[in-house]
């Protein structure tokens, strides 16, 4: 198991305590169109310049993303706010998991100045887990983009937030900053929700996507699962209608991948034409946007799909 040494998260800490008298599990062999190159290029090293010197964490890195070498190629990083620790333990992620440290004021300011600094005009931001805050964080996921605003006023802003379990208000709070695109990731089937995702619940996670929706109508709403982790094509199917139900435009699917050994096993690979298919349903279901790949992420090509949203709302609108 993978140990990090930064004092953020403590010295030679492992990074999922919880998971580390867990049996190991079988690690399946890659097929060929998942595998990625390492990153080499030049503007991959400067996002990695400007990402450290703003002392800023990424769910690029921290999720150990296979996307990485081509999203920071193009200078596009997803940031990921209000510290490098989890209070949940999904069994698919690999964002360490403790008692994380109290929010950095500063913080807002130093993502503002990255946003900037790499001339984003898609910015993303997410966050762990915060159940050990009052508002879950969702403060600072405004202050963040009231800062963003205010540096950068031409830059889209896209949130992808924790699901704000029991912390009354919080969604409110991020809506009335102005993000362009609410995004919520139900991860998963619910029937996998008591292995893969034990810390939340199916239902408040979509009833929050419906009620971003019901709050803010003009702005979109996203949401993505994993497949791989032991759904039927059935399950897939009846989220995509719950989504639908909600009010979600956007959809994303993606193959899961295993972090470690002590994580949940890939069940499946899916091929790239069986992604093909599931696309074809979601937008026979309706779905504004459509996005499914063997590599796909909620934040993968997230600026160029945000202008697709808007032109594809454009020319759905009654004129
Ligand atoms: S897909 Fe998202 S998380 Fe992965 S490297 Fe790209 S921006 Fe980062």
């Avoid at 993000?179 to 199916?202: C, K, S």
């Amino acid at each position: 198991m993978a140990t990090v040494f930064d004092q953020t998260k403590g010295v030679g800490r492992p990074r999922h305590p919880e998971k580390a008298h867990r049996p190991d599990q079988p690690v399946a062999r890659k097929p060929a169109w998942i595998r990625v190159k390492v990153p080499v290029s030049k503007d991959y090293f400067a996002t990695r310049e400007i990402v450290a010197r703003h002392r800023l964490a990424t769910v690029c890195e921290e999720a150990a993303c296979p996307n990485i070498g081509e999203c920071w190629a193009h200078k596009h990083a997803t940031f990921m706010i209000l510290g490098e620790i989890c209070t949940r333990a999904c069994a698919f992620c690999n964002v360490a998991t403790g008692k994380p440290l109290p929010p950095d004021p500063d913080e807002a300011e130093r993502v503002a100045f990255a946003v900037k600094e790499m001339g984003l005009k898609h910015a993303v931001i997410t966050s762990v887990d915060r159940d050990d805050l009052a508002d879950g964080g969702a403060g600072q996921f405004a202050a963040v983009i009231r800062a963003i605003c205010a540096a950068s006023p031409e830059t889209s802003i896209e949130v992808l937030t924790p699901d704000f379990r029991g912390k009354e208000g919080a969604l409110e709070v991020v809506l009335e900053a102005g993000p362009d695109v609410f995004n919520h990731n139900l991860e998963t089937v619910p029937g996998l929700y008591p292995t893969i995702r034990p810390g939340a619940r199916y239902y408040h996670s979509l009833r929050l996507l419906e009620r971003a929706k019901e709050l803010r109508p003009d702005v979109f709403t996203k949401s993505g699962i994993m497949v791989g982790l032991g759904e039927t094509r059935e399950q897939i199917m009846q989220v995509m209608d719950d989504m639908r139900c909600a009010g979600v435009e956007f959809i994303t699917i993606g193959q899961y991948l295993q972090p470690t050994r002590k994580h949940a096993p890939v069940a499946k690979f899916y091929a790239p034409e069986e992604f093909e298919d599931l696309a074809r349903a979601a937008r026979a279901k309706g779905f504004l946007m459509v996005a499914a790949s063997p590599l796909t992420r909620s934040s993968h090509n997230a600026g160029a799909d945000f202008e697709a949203l808007r032109r594809a709302r454009a020319s759905s609108s009654p004129s």
